[in-house]
């Protein structure tokens, strides 16, 4: 009976913390990696949670307290007479499986206080101690929240790069997706006189992209000089303005022949490059909308299959870039896209890329706080990026394949894009190929990710304690096609020891050397990814939705 009593308290307060959420029992599962019926057991005290991993879990996704996670910890204990450390249920989320080995005996000595905070730590920060490559670099600290999903497909389109070239040619390693702006195919090229066009730099552009079978994202931006003649000059050298035109109609007519012209070839649109910066955009915020929302009109009438991108914003960092962000979201702008523009970055090149894990946070909380959520996409950086220092080329590698997982780690968050700033120019810190140049060892990492990544299913990331790793050490996880189970691991700066877990077969590094592998072994990580490959059936049944 007593028993009884404590599993009462325990469903009690999960059902409490479950009703203020305001989540169905489908969307609760779907966020704990667990079935509705199961938890309909937990929160009716028909059924115990298996381990405390999983209760954290559900306290986590229905937004408990940390003394709330502490209550949940002891209630589960009292029920089940069991110790804190985890079992192994044959349905544990692989994450869980996979920090097992890490686990150990320590972790069986906690105290009960201890153990819940270390299973509901949220954000775990260490900053970073790479070499200052460009003078600037911050120690930025590093905040990563570890989850688990429903397996969800990684499409090729994720990898793209922003061209910076008007030849037509494409990179010669592979890529997802291209983002036309460095391009020489802003308004002003386009439209050099009212009653004139020139199509032909954007129609190599087009066909090069389509004889790739690369998606192609044009970006609009830069307004003739005829459109709004007392603007002023943008920060190109082709005479286009910052604001937006004196007539909107002016606006209205190019878009619609650009869509009209294009129609089925672009697969997306960018409504304006960098709109909260005065160089690429000095009108308001209200009159931005107003263009997002005519723009939106006569795309989605002409060639309603096309992608709409809202107007990409910048300067994310600072608090007045995320003012604009919300102003425009609090306008109604982002009604109108399937996806919003941010420039997701780190401060300066040489901070490591993880650290764009903590501005992807403030820019969840902004759009959080004006009752939105769109998808995000990733198109391009800081203005001031070709300024910065060049990194060396074990950096650049490390470094380039790390910015797209990064952008996979995001995927919690909606991030369903990432463009590389950029392709084709040789005068950025970091290189993947210069125009008329073979790829650098940088671009060839990035074709290695692709071909491990491609294909699969991204179910869970997470950095540190939280996932079972040392405080440096980051592992995404997916399945593929034969149903194996792949984790990607890598550090944020300097190495780490972690161990093999249950079901593993292989070690791959970005060279193609394979090693074999037993479970427990001990695996060396470094800032360079590398490819942990476990047996089929140690992965997860096949599921998910649809990405972009």
């Not at 349905?91 to 299973?119: E, N």
């Not at 523009?341 to 300066?348: A, D, E, F, N, W």
């Not at 700033?421 to 290189?431: D, E, I, M, T």
Request: proline letters at 7%; charged letters at 20%.
């Amino acid at each position: 009976m007593a028993v009884e009593r404590q599993r009462d308290d325990l469903a009690g307060l999960l059902s409490e913390l479950k009703q203020r959420s305001g989540l169905s029992y489908a969307e609760l599962a779907r966020r704990t990696y667990t079935s509705s019926s199961a938890l309909h057991r937990y929160c009716t005290g028909r059924g115990n949670p298996p381990d405390y991993q999983l209760v954290a879990k559900i306290g986590q996704a229905c937004g408990a307290s940390g003394e709330e996670l502490n209550d949940l910890l002891r209630r589960w204990r009292c029920s089940t007479g069991k110790s804190p450390q985890p079992s192994r249920p044959t349905k544990d989320p692989p994450a869980v499986r996979a920090s097992r080995p890490q686990a150990g005996r320590r972790h069986r000595r906690l105290t009960v206080g201890a153990l819940a905070a270390l299973v509901v730590l949220t954000f775990l920060l260490v900053h970073s101690s790479a070499p200052d490559t460009t003078g600037v670099a911050s120690t930025e600290p590093i905040a990563a929240l570890s989850w688990v999903t429903d397996p969800d497909p990684v499409p090729s389109a994720l990898f793209g790069v922003t061209m910076n070239s008007t030849t037509g040619a494409m990179p010669s390693f592979r890529v997802g997706s291209v983002r036309l702006w460095d391009s020489h195919t802003r308004w002003a090229n386009l439209q050099p006189q009212r009653d004139r066009f020139d199509w032909a730099t954007l129609d190599r552009l087009v066909d090069g992209a389509r004889h790739a079978g690369l998606p192609a994202l044009f970006v609009l931006g830069g307004t003739p000089q005829w459109a709004a003649p007392n603007s002023p000059k943008g920060a190109y050298p082709d005479g286009s303005r910052t604001a937006p035109p004196d007539d909107l109609a002016d606006w209205d007519r190019f878009v619609r022949a650009l869509v009209e012209r294009y129609r089925g070839r672009l697969d997306a649109y960018e409504l304006w490059a960098y709109a909260t910066d005065p160089r690429f955009y000095s009108g308001s915020v209200d009159t931005l909308a107003e263009m997002t929302r005519r723009a939106a009109t006569i795309v989605r009438s002409a060639d309603p299959d096309a992608v709409i991108v809202c107007p990409s914003m910048g300067h994310l960092w600072q608090a007045k870039g995320r003012d604009i962000l919300r102003r425009f979201a609090e306008l109604g702008g982002y009604e109108h896209c399937d996806a919003a523009g941010v420039k997701l970055h780190q401060r300066h090149a040489a901070d490591p890329p993880e650290t764009l894990v903590r501005l992807l946070t403030e820019i969840d909380s902004t759009m959080h706080a004006a009752g939105v959520h769109p998808a995000l996409w990733n198109t391009g950086t800081t203005y001031d990026i070709p300024l910065q220092g060049s990194l060396d080329r074990r950096r650049s590698v490390d470094y380039a394949m790390r910015f797209y997982l990064a952008g996979l780690y995001g995927r919690e968050f909606g991030l369903a894009r990432m463009y590389f700033y950029n392709w084709g120019s040789g005068r950025l810190p970091l290189v993947l190929q210069a125009e008329g140049t073979p790829p650098t060892g940088a671009g060839l990492a990035v074709e290695t990710l692709q071909r491990w990544l491609v294909g699969t299913r991204l179910q869970s990331c997470g950095q540190g304690l939280p996932a079972g790793l040392p405080g440096n050490a980051w592992q995404c996880e997916f399945i593929d096609e034969a149903d194996r189970r792949l984790i990607v691991r890598w550090t944020h700066t300097g190495t780490a020891d972690t161990a093999a877990g249950p079901g593993v077969e292989s070690l791959t590094g970005i060279d193609g050397t394979t090693t074999a592998l037993r479970p427990g072994d001990s695996i060396r990580v470094t800032e360079t990814p590398l490819l942990i490959t476990h047996r089929a059936d140690d992965a997860v049944p096949r599921s998910g939705r649809n990405g972009w």
